[in-house]
């Protein structure tokens, strides 16, 4: 596995981690990637996972990087501090290690949501503070509002098939040294783009399509990847992919 710094701190994290919406679980999909030392896990409130996440890591929660998410709806000061709390006992963790902001939500301030973030951290609930959907506005205005802790990972959609952060997310954290984790990285499984010429590339350099398009979003600097499965082989397949370097030309035919 190889490893990048979470946005501008310490903390190293694994270019590839997992994702759980719709995770089902119950196959050792977490054990095995925190074997292959890609020990991340991403969950959120909404999507009703953090208690097979909790369950699943229990035995191994050291080897575990654990991120999940505040609904928009709940980003109040009160409803922050109340549903951290909430995903902790889901967890069964004593610790977030990254807290997402889930989407912006225009109706509360930014700077009430980020006060009660950093309550968390003052309180050794949350470790890291993160947002999900920000525009580059949403990240500066984020960044304005904290006072003790750096802004550290920006969640975003980004596969070789969905591009649109590269016009001024992907600049703007790269300029701010956010991390960019990329979700849906690999299009949830639709490898027939509108170009085409994917599973030709893919064949050719004795890869799976997949594996193409995780190395693609992780040879970005400053991104690292959460795919999504259930299946225990696909997570040696996605963390094989960090192996797998794509030359000039051939990301040049992919696009
Ligand atoms: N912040 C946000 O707003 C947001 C939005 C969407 C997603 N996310 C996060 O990002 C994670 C990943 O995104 P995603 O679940 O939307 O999509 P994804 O990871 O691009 O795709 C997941 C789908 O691809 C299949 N798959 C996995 N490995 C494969 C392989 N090697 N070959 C072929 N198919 C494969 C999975 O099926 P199997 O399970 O059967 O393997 C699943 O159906 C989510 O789980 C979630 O944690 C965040």
Redesign the pocket.
Known sequence: MEYISLGATAQQIPKIGF?????RGGAGVLKRAAELGAGFV??AEAYGTEPIVGREIAGFRDDMFVATKVSASNLRYDDVIEHAEASLRRLQVSVIDLYQV?WPNPDIPIAETMRAMETLVAEGKVRFIGV??FSPDQMKETQDSLKANPLAAN?VRYSLFAREIEDDVLPYCQENDITVIA???????DFDSPGGGLREIAAEIGA?P?QVMLSWVISHEGVMA??????VE?VD??VESVDIKLSADLKERLL
Do not use: M, V
């Not at 994702?19 to 995770?23: A, F």
């Not at 979700?183 to 499984?189: E, L, N």
């Open positions: 994702g759980t919406w719709q995770y991403d969950t889930h999900s959907n969640q979700y849906t990285p690999i299009a949830r499984g799976t997949a959460i795919p999504k499965t259930d299946s696909r397949e996605a």
